[in-house]
């Protein structure tokens, strides 16, 4: 590393060389000189890492949440199989828990400020949304990314005896308020929206349903996708763009004998099935649920489905490339007392994703 070569490598040759490098090493880095904390913002980096079809800067991360955890939060990089953390004193926000997180931003709810905390963990920019009403009780909140870097936070609201949908537009910094599904959504409370053709999907308690809510236009529809019968629970996961897949319990009396995996087929109606679960992993899965199977949910992270326990620290999840199922290593830092309060979110950190 002779200063007399290196001092001489052009600006543009360095960036290049410097957007590869990983989050942790990245972070440090720009805080040993003023050149390198102001690289993120320069002219190559933007025009590099802002276009929806480049590459991300950084790693991807498996993101755990407890209530327990203040001021740190554990993540796990699925491409090198390491646990590390972050810090979580930005922003500084006592009693706040993590309630989404999508495209780089992350959701806090701050029950303390009566607020909601939407933040970018790299940019080190946040934005404050009021609750749209006090006292204030939500389900399903989940971030949708929208045109130009915006985005809209919906969830179920509510209301002494009146429940409706609850829409927060980046854009026009307002809160947009529109009917309740029918039938309702209460079976889980820790689903998100999974995205797809346009539209935000969940099912519906017995009889299982698949409803999709249009953000753009505020109205609740029926697609017609039928499901397979003998569910006995059902959870959706997808891409965010084509592939739409179904992860269900199979069993009779509300009890789950078999968990399997299924993907929506081309003509936008049909289930094919993928994969039965092992039956040792299957075993396990619905030991540590105890047959709560509203402690379940799912969701889609960088080619896995993920399948998660509210009550239990660890992840089960399918490889879609390789077509096999795989436990994810236990949070080392996780103390043994912890039963319940397990969150897991997909994150990707983005630089320019706006709060």
Partial sequence: MDPRIWSKLPDHLLEHVLSFLPLKAFLGLRSTCKHFKSLPFTPYFISRHSLPQSPPPFSSFLLLSHPHFHHTCPIFNTALNTW???PLSFPPMPSSHLVASSHGLLCYSVPSSSCFVVCNLLSRS???LKFPACPFAYDLPTLVPSAANTYKLFMLSTTGSSRHALVYDS???????????????????HQKGVLHDGGMLFTTPEPFL?????????????PPIDLPEGLVFARLAGDGDRKLYLVGGVGASGISRSMKLWELGGDGEMWMEVETM??????????????NYEHVYCFWHQGLICVCCY???EILYYKVSRRTWHWLPKCPSLPEKW???FRWFSFTPQLYASA
Avoid at 172 to 182: E, K, V
Avoid at 278 to 291: A, D, G, N
């Fill in 311 to 313: 009550t239990w620290p």
């Fill in 210 to 222: 698949i409803l999709s809510f249009r953000v753009e236009s505020g109205k609740w529809e029926t």
């Fill in 171 to 189: 854009a026009a910094a307002s809160w947009q308020r529109f009917p309740s599904p029918d039938p309702p959504l209460n079976e889980n409370h």
């Fill in 84 to 86: 590390c953390s972050i």
């Fill in 278 to 291: 092992p039956e040792m992993v299957c075993r396990k899965f619905l030991s540590v649920c105890y047959h």
């Fill in 126 to 128: 946040l934005r404050r």
């Fill in 339 to 341: 039963s319940c309060g």
